[in-house]
């Protein structure tokens, strides 16, 4: 198993700025994914980050406003980019296991 | 392109009743099948899956859930609720082809034992 952990817990931010989300695996791991939940609605995957390749974007997910980082094995970051109210969502991040994912508690974002 | 569709939002089940939450999902190509449990303030935790063989498969603190093919269905029970099944219970897909990666999840149940 794998423990995961997310800096921040959560943040409200203005409209306009952006923030970095960090994600710390307590073990070296291969694939990592950042997932977004809005309210009210299913967790929905923005893109897949492998270390030493560009992160992988799922339709809908740009990397101008969705930057990745994963400068190693064992962490990963998430920025937001220029935020607006719609940004407001729960940021997951998970790892790949051999047949499940390991979810981080989640950052709680909202944007004013 | 897969989806998965979680009816009950909330369901509310007396302490020591037994409880079932729905899933059902649409996909064409075969699929992996998950369930997964969000404690207050926790992160999401695998409760079981089904990858092959037997449709019915038990998962931890004495869930179990049966894959359907026909009825795409992947309905969870358990028996008897405790007050510590308060949780939110999110059911998954993915492509066989992609194994663990790609989830599609539902929307969630919110289920609230009540004493």
């Known amino acids: 198993s794998a423990v995961i952990s997310q800096k921040p817990s959560r943040d409200i931010c203005q409209r306009g700025t952006s923030l970095t989300i960090q994600c710390q695996v307590d073990?070296?791991?291969?694939?990592m994914f950042w997932y977004r939940q809005q309210p009210g609605q299913s967790l929905t995957l923005i893109a897949t980050?492998?270390?030493?390749?560009?992160?992988?974007?799922e339709s809908g997910f740009v990397i101008d406003k969705f930057p990745i980082s994963r400068p190693n094995l064992t962490f990963s970051t998430l920025t937001v980019s220029n935020m607006s109210p719609e940004d407001s969502s729960i940021y997951l991040c998970?790892?790949?296991?051999?047949?499940?994912?390991?979810f981080g508690p989640g950052t709680r974002l909202t944007v004013l | 392109a897969q989806s998965v569709t979680q009816l009950d939002s909330q369901v509310p089940v007396f302490e020591e009743a037994p409880v079932e939450l729905r899933c059902n999902y649409s996909?064409?190509?075969?699929?992996?099948l998950f369930w997964y449990v969000q404690y207050p303030n926790q992160g999401l935790q695998l409760l079981l899956k089904?990858?092959?063989?037997?449709?019915l498969v038990k998962g931890i603190n004495g869930f179990e859930a049966e894959f359907n093919k026909s009825q795409t269905s992947f309905h969870l029970r358990k028996p008897s609720v405790h007050i510590s099944d308060t949780a939110e219970y999110f059911c998954?897909?993915?492509?066989?082809?992609?194994?663990?990666?790609?989830?599609?999840f539902g929307t969630g149940t919110r289920l609230t034992i009540i004493p």
């Open positions: 073990s070296q791991v291969t694939m």
């Open positions: 980050a492998n270390q030493g390749s560009e992160a992988t974007y």
């Open positions: 996909s064409s190509v075969s699929v992996y």
């Open positions: 998970t790892c790949a296991g051999a047949d499940t994912q390991y």
């Open positions: 089904y990858l092959s063989g037997s449709t």
């Open positions: 998954a897909v993915s492509d066989r082809d992609f194994g663990n990666e790609k989830l599609t």
